[in-house]
């Protein structure tokens, strides 16, 4: 079972940045993506963005597209959600996951960060 825990969250200002970690641990060598998604009060969760963990492959939500990077470390299993240029409308529990080889749904979760940006 795979355990995927995030960090990196915070307040920030409109226009100002966040980096966001996550870190899986148990059964990685099974994981065959992982991605960040994120939950803003009364909305449902949506995509951010995603990386296939073989050949490193990124997609990104419009929303985020060019604001947004998602990165990986050169070693082990993190995965890096650099926020840049942050809007009031980013608010959000992000949460990190992971898919799994031979599976085609997000199938192990963390438990979140906040993220907060004032206006």
């Known amino acids: 079972q795979v355990q995927l825990t995030e960090s990196g969250g915070g307040l920030v200002q409109a226009g100002g940045s966040l980096r966001l970690s996550c870190d899986a641990s148990?059964?990685?060598?099974?994981?065959?993506?992982m991605g960040w998604f994120r939950q803003a009060p009364g909305k449902e969760r949506e995509f951010v963005a995603a990386?296939?963990?073989?050949?490193?492959?990124?997609e990104y939500a419009d929303s985020v597209k060019g604001r947004f990077t998602m990165s990986r470390a050169k070693a082990g299993y993190t995965v890096y959600l650099q926020m840049n240029d942050l809007k009031p409308e980013d608010t959000a529990v992000y949460f990190c996951?992971?898919?799994?080889?031979?599976?085609?749904?997000?199938?192990?979760w963390g438990r979140g960060t906040q993220v907060t940006v004032s206006s």
């Open positions: 990386m296939r963990w073989s050949g490193g492959s990124r």
């Open positions: 996951t992971a898919k799994f080889v031979g599976r085609s749904t997000w199938d192990s």
């Open positions: 148990g059964g990685t060598a099974y994981i065959n993506a």
